[in-house]
């Protein structure tokens, strides 16, 4: 009775029961890692309350949950607020004053201690809700350590102002220890037969016993620690909510209107994010420097300056610099300021009354803008977020085998701006991408009167980060660029040529690479047809004789179970049998042969490095409707292209004609209505 569900945990590497409070405390504080329809929860207050009755709570102390609190003041007001919150809703429990109904376990107990641990949390709903909006979702969790419990206690507010316990979705999440290694995890509910599920704050009884149960089993007995910090740790994730949705509905139209080649819901919801958090972080920065002025920003790679327009047009005076304009420039109209010219680290380029700096996957820029901020002026501040590896002078060479190369280069753009004298920060985005780390440099490590000692260290940081001897200039100290511009050092017995002199002093780096002006198509999508025709042939032929010959009845073209699908080859063995100029040409593309394989996915399918013929019998409709243009491309493109089944494979192909989307056959051909996209943006 009451019981939602039990999980059995072995553990073998002594975690529990520290593993336990450890599971609940992201269960929590992020409890959207489990929920996928929460955006998160805003920890309200926090701190330890009486079991018996009267009595104030106390600030929390972050030993026994295995993560921090309030601290200073806000603690204090939070305990007061706690206590008070305790004292209105502990008499109203259902078996009595500060006793919970069974199966519940009571807390305390004899022996055990005279307090209890509370936290008050508000969930916060990922999506907008569809009708009026529905009062904020709070929860007072109890945590009783003496008997591995904690009890989540649904709050309701009345017309008074005052809260009350919503009886019925009282739940209890418990540890026990059965003996040697062995524990288990339950979660129980008094009154399961009244439980309420909006779906959101309250899921069902089922998805309580079944997926949370699983991962609370799972996080309590987890030794990994991750490598990067948590999600949103530096904002406020009900801000950023708030905040997120608004923006999210006012610039969704762009979706539907995206000129550009690349996926229009990824790329505006991802800029709508870091818009959403830069400008949180920014409010925050006029709450703590006493501002009344929005701040002004440069995005430096700006791409398709989709942030750049959403910052203007959020009342932050700013400009976006990209070496290649994009089509979508010409749909934001003349408020959105950008440019199309090539950055050169130096002294042309910075950028003395601006207040960031922004680089979003600025590639060759990413580890320089932190140099950029630090020698444009003493308040200039940045934030990159970090996407392709790059050096000061071309792509980055990997250093430690220990890290992944991800969290590796990461701590090289971190030590760079720890070099430029500031305080680096490290927050986790909440965006669409594989990386979504930032970091941000607001606050400097140094007075303005050490300004020439730093710009002396961060140029002997440059100088020893090239591995060959190059020529380098003899950057200037301090900002009188007029007094140094002329220092040029002499390395490896070579000199400027006269031409470049004149500059010399300005450039930081001549040999550092900016992107070219053309975007060159290296995906296998240039390459001659002749070329890819004969590599699909000769993958498609290998892949079929290398399984054994099954005796073929069927006629060609003919739909049975003898359709000869061959066998799947790692791609390293599908290497091995083409001839050496062939990958030499593929190596030259980005992702050589799995790309190209890729690309002709008519005919392959690629799984975990694994090279199979695709068999469209078995081609799964898509989980949800697509959108209207997808829709309407796939139906223009319908029998546009022959089928290469029907053309090369022995069988033929696996499907009949009336379900095949390709044309069997020249007469079937239909002349495509799409048009077909440049190959090189102009």
Same mark, same amino acid.
């Given at each position: 009775m009451g019981v939602v569900g039990t999980a059995a945990v072995r553990d073998g590497g002594a975690a529990l029961p520290h593993g336990f409070w450890a599971a609940v405390r992201v269960w929590l504080e992020k409890p959207q890692v489990a929920n996928r329809r929460l955006c998160g929860a805003a920890i309200e207050?926090?701190?330890?309350?009486?079991?018996?009755?009267?009595?104030?709570?106390?600030?929390?102390?972050?030993?026994?949950?295995?993560?921090?609190?309030?601290? !200073?003041?806000?603690?204090?007001?939070?305990?007061? *607020?706690?206590?008070?919150?305790?004292?209105?809703?502990?008499?109203?429990?259902?078996?009595?004053?500060?006793?919970?109904p069974p199966p519940l376990t009571p807390w305390g107990g004899l022996g055990g201690p005279s307090e209890l641990r509370a936290v008050l949390r508000t969930l916060l709903p990922r999506g907008r809700p569809v009708g009026p909006p529905a009062p904020p979702t709070k929860e007072l969790a109890v945590q009783d350590v003496y008997n591995g419990t904690v009890t989540f206690l649904p709050l309701e507010e009345n017309s008074e102002g005052k809260y009350q316990i919503k009886k019925c979705n009282t739940y209890q999440i418990q540890l026990a220890h059965i003996k040697d290694e062995e524990w288990s995890v339950s979660i129980v509910a008094p009154f399961?037969?009244? #439980?309420?599920?909006?779906?959101?704050?309250?899921?069902?009884?089922?998805?309580?016993?079944?997926?949370?149960?699983?991962?609370?089993?799972? #996080?309590?007995?987890?030794?990994?620690?991750?490598?990067?910090?948590?999600?949103?740790?530096?904002?406020?994730?009900?801000k950023y909510s708030k905040v997120y949705q608004d923006l999210k509905e006012k610039y969704k139209e762009m979706v539907k209107?995206?000129? &550009?080649?690349?996926?229009?819901?990824?790329?505006?919801?991802?800029?709508?994010?870091?818009?959403?958090?830069?400008?949180?972080?920014? &409010?925050?920065?006029?709450?703590?420097?006493?501002?009344?002025?929005?701040?002004?920003?440069?995005?430096?790679?700006?791409?398709?300056?989709?942030?750049?327009?959403?910052?203007?047009?959020?009342?932050?005076?700013?400009?976006?610099?990209? /070496?290649r304009r994009r089509k979508i420039w010409d749909m934001y109209g003349p408020e959105t300021h950008l440019e199309e010219s090539t950055i050169m680290p130096g002294d042309r380029h910075l950028f003395p009354d601006t207040d960031w700096l922004i680089g979003n996957h600025s590639d060759e820029l990413t580890p320089w803008i932190p140099v950029i901020a630090a020698r444009s002026s003493y308040s200039c501040c940045y934030f990159v977020l970090p996407c392709c590896f790059f050096d000061f002078h071309g792509k980055y060479s990997r250093r430690q085998s220990k890290k992944t190369q991800y969290r590796e280069y990461l701590d090289f753009v971190a030590q760079v701006g720890f070099v430029c004298g500031f305080h680096v920060e490290e927050d986790c985005l909440?965006?669409?991408?594989?990386?979504?780390?930032?970091?941000?440099?607001?606050?400097?490590?140094?007075?303005?009167?050490?300004?020439?000692?730093?710009d002396k260290q961060i140029t002997q940081y440059i100088n020893n980060r090239q591995t060959c001897a190059v020529v380098t200039c003899d950057r200037r100290v301090g900002f009188n660029h007029k007094d140094h511009s002329d220092g040029v050092c002499k390395e490896a017995g070579s &000199?400027?040529?006269?031409?470049?002199?004149?500059?010399?002093?300005?450039?930081?780096?001549?040999?550092?690479?900016?992107? *070219?002006?053309?975007?060159?198509?290296?995906?296998?999508?240039?390459?001659?047809?002749?070329?890819?025709?004969?590599?699909?042939?000769?993958?498609?032929?290998?892949?079929?004789?290398?399984?054994?010959?099954?005796?073929?009845?069927?006629?060609?073209?003919?739909?049975?179970?003898?359709?000869?699908? !061959?066998?799947?080859?790692?791609?390293? *063995?599908?290497?091995?049998?083409?001839?050496?100029?062939?990958?030499?040409?593929?190596?030259?593309?980005?992702?050589?042969?799995?790309?190209?394989?890729?690309?002709?996915?008519? /005919?392959?399918?690629?799984?975990?490095?694994?090279?199979?013929?695709?068999?469209?019998?078995?081609?799964?409709?898509?989980?949800?409707?697509?959108?209207?243009?997808?829709?309407?491309?796939?139906?223009?493109?319908?029998?546009?292209?022959?089928?290469?089944?029907?053309?090369?494979?022995?069988?033929?192909?696996?499907?009949?004609?009336?379900?095949?989307?390709?044309?069997?056959?020249?007469?079937?051909?239909?002349?495509?209505?799409?048009?077909?996209?440049?190959?090189?943006?102009?």
């Open positions: 207050a926090e701190g330890t309350v009486p079991l018996g009755e009267g009595g104030e709570a106390s600030p929390p102390l972050a030993v026994v949950w295995g993560g921090g609190g309030q601290e !200073g003041p806000a603690a204090s007001a939070g305990a007061a *607020e706690l206590g008070r919150l305790w004292r209105e809703v502990r008499g109203q429990l259902p078996a009595g004053p500060g006793h919970l399961p037969e009244d #439980w309420f599920s909006d779906g959101i704050a309250y899921p069902k009884l089922e998805w309580l016993g079944n997926e949370l149960l699983s991962k609370l089993a799972k #996080w309590s007995v987890e030794q990994k620690t991750s490598e990067f910090k948590s999600t949103l740790s530096l904002i406020s994730v009900a209107v995206w000129p &550009e080649v690349t996926d229009p819901e990824k790329f505006v919801y991802e800029d709508v994010a870091i818009a959403t958090y830069l400008l949180i972080l920014w &409010e925050e920065e006029r709450k703590e420097k006493g501002l009344t002025k929005k701040q002004s920003f440069v995005d430096l790679g700006c791409g398709n300056g989709l942030l750049v327009h959403i910052l203007n047009n959020e009342g932050h005076s700013g400009r976006g610099i990209d /070496v909440r965006i669409p991408s594989t990386k979504r780390v930032c970091l941000i440099g607001k606050n400097r490590t140094y007075p303005p009167t050490e300004c020439a000692l730093i &000199e400027l040529p006269e031409n470049e002199t004149d500059t010399a002093g300005t450039i930081w780096m001549p040999e550092f690479q900016p992107r *070219e002006k053309v975007e060159q198509i290296r995906n296998c999508a240039s390459l001659p047809r002749d070329f890819v025709d004969d590599v699909v042939l000769n993958v498609a032929n290998l892949l079929l004789n290398a399984a054994p010959q099954k005796s073929s009845s069927n006629t060609r073209g003919r739909n049975t179970n003898t359709w000869n699908q !061959g066998e799947s080859l790692s791609l390293k *063995e599908v290497a091995e049998h083409l001839n050496k100029e062939t990958l030499k040409r593929l190596k030259r593309e980005y992702g050589g042969l799995q790309t190209l394989l890729k690309n002709n996915h008519q /005919v392959f399918e690629v799984l975990n490095g694994r090279v199979h013929i695709r068999d469209w019998r078995k081609e799964k409709p898509p989980r949800k409707a697509k959108p209207e243009v997808k829709r309407r491309l796939s139906a223009e493109a319908f029998k546009t292209r022959l089928c290469w089944f029907f053309i090369h494979h022995p069988d033929g192909c696996s499907l009949p004609s009336e379900s095949c989307p390709y044309a069997h056959g020249t007469e079937e051909l239909r002349q495509s209505q799409i048009i077909k996209k440049k190959k090189h943006i102009q």
